[in-house]
Structure formats: C-alpha cells, structure tokens
C-alpha cells in the first residue's frame, strides 16, 4: 500500500449479520420489491453508502438470506449422514429436525419460499443444487429401506421424497412461531405420517 493511502476498515462479522437479519426480517414484512436499500440501511442505523461494505447489491441480500435458510437445512442433512441408524429412524429424524429447523428459521425460510424467484437464474441453480441434497438423502433411505424390507417394495423413492419435502416445506405458507402447533408437534405429526406410510 502507497505511503499515506487510508486503510478501508474491514467491517465485522457481528455488523454484517445485523444486516443480514434486519434484510431478513423487512423482506419478511413487506417484500423484496418492495423494500429500498435505504430502508434497510436506516432500520441498521447506518448510511445508504456504508451498506455497500456488505454487498454489491440488494439481490446480494437476498441471496444471503435465503442461503441462510438453505445451510441451515443442509447442515441437518450433513449431521444425519454421519448418524448410525436405520433408514426409518433417519427419516423421522430428518422430519422431525426439519421442523426445527424451519422454526428456528422462520423469518429467512419464509423469505426463500415468497421471494425466490427474484434471486437471477444462475443463483436460483446454486440454491436448487444445494436442495437436491435433501432430496438424494431422502431417496438414499427409502431404498436402504427397501433393500433391508422395512420400507415398502411397491412405493416410488422419487416420487415419495417429493412428496415428503413438499408437505415439510408446507411450513412456510401456514406456521406461526405463536401457534396453534410448536415446531415439535409438527416434527411428531409429520414423522408419524411419513413413517406410517413408507413401513412395510
């Protein structure tokens, strides 16, 4: 660096997931579209410009919300890979963590599933390969399943992952963190569904 050239601080971990959340949490409420840069600057208590340090632009955003909510939920994936079990106690777990999950996570899910489409086409392929974990998972157990003769022969492992993700990733058009059902009700529910369907 030339002699006298002013250093850029570097801006801290802790600010950058303050942006993060108050991003997060205004998305929520009121829409991406309909949300300003200088909105959420504000809401941090920061300059239009200083929000810059953080991203590039408001999709950057976005994106960092959503994948908030994506690593969350492949982190599951990832701890229950490396858990001995059979394939049926693994699924509920999976069922079960999701639901967790997603209510840990409310506010950055909620975003993902309303707001997704207006991330560009080359980061909505980053987020649908990182789905197709959870999905490979699910497929991966039912057919362990099958092999051993817990699951039954006849179900289509495809076709019953899509239908098991889909009915988790149904929390976001309907949980509230205040009710009627806690996370853990779900995660019972659902499981016993889910279970109840794929046991031979």
Known sequence: MPDGAAEVPKPSKRRRQEVMDVAARIFH??????????????EVGILKGSLYY???????????????????????????EQRDGGPLELIEALVHGHAEVFAKNYVQTSVFFREFRALSDER?????????????????????????????????PRLAAIGVIGMMNSMAFWYRPEGPATAAQ???????????GLKA
């Open 186 to 196: 779900i995660g019972r529910e659902f499981s016993r569904l889910v279970i109840g």
């Open 54 to 80: 953080y991203i590039d632009t408001k999709e950057d955003l976005l994106f960092g919300v959503i994948k908030e909510a994506y690593d969350a939920a492949l982190n599951l994936v990832e701890r229950l």
């Open 124 to 156: 909505q392929e980053t987020i649908r390969e990182a789905g197709d974990v959870y999905n490979r998972f699910l497929v991966s157990q039912i057919r362990r399943g099958q092999r051993s003769g817990v699951v039954k022969s006849d179900i289509n």
């Open 29 to 42: 409420e009121k829409g991406y579209e309909a949300t300003s840069i200088q909105e959420i600057a504000e």
